[in-house]
């Protein structure tokens, strides 16, 4: 791990409410633990969402058009939680460094953290939105050819967004491992 200046450990010490050896042995495994709870937490919810809810969605007697919609305002209830539980996740995993020292495991964990929040990003911000503002014109459109190449659009995105699902998943799986791991 780090090696700290001894009052470079002072402040972190006082910053953490660990300045004995026996407070940093009651706060350290606490921090670890809520890191690996955290990260438990995120992994779940986003296997939940991309094996029961967007399946059971699909099994739905819906129009397609209606299961994006419905998918969208799930999407939005869900990033508020999703997001929380990723930012406390990341300051958790920074303090169990600070408090048990960085390495490999980490620095590898924080990476694909950074990865994670980017496919978060790009998945709400660009295919959320896009497949709803699509599913909306689809639903609006009076001409058959229109409604067409909105569906084809929206299929073509939908492939795309299940894809950046399933690598959100296979990166959580890893993230959650190195937590365990760290």
């Given at each position: 791990?780090i ?14 409410g660990?300045?004995?050896?026996q ?52 999407g939005?209830?869900?990033a ?9 996740l ?19 964990e ?26 909306a ?23 795309l ?7 959100n998943?296979?990166?959580?799986v ?9």
């Open positions: 791990g090696q700290y200046h001894s009052s470079e450990r002072r402040l972190l010490n006082s910053m953490l660990t300045q004995n050896k407070g940093g042995a009651v706060i350290s495994p606490i921090v670890h633990t809520l890191h690996v709870v955290l990260a438990g937490v995120w992994l779940g919810g986003v296997v939940f969402t991309t094996v029961v809810v967007s399946p059971a969605l699909k099994a739905m007697k819906w129009s397609e058009a209606e299961r994006v919609r419905v998918r969208s305002v799930i939005k209830h869900y508020r939680v999703g997001t929380v539980n990723l930012i406390l990341l300051v958790f995993a920074l303090f169990d460094g600070l408090l048990r020292g960085f390495g490999a495991v980490l620095y590898t924080y990476a694909l953290l950074a990865a994670v929040f980017g496919l978060v990003a790009a998945h709400g911000g660009y295919f959320g939105r896009r497949l709803a503002r699509l599913a014109a689809e639903r609006h459109t009076e001409s058959a050819e229109e409604a067409r190449a909105f569906v084809k659009k929206r299929r073509n995105l939908q492939r967004s299940l894809w950046v699902s399933w690598v998943v296979l990166i959580s890893a993230v959650a491992a190195l937590a365990v791991s760290a």
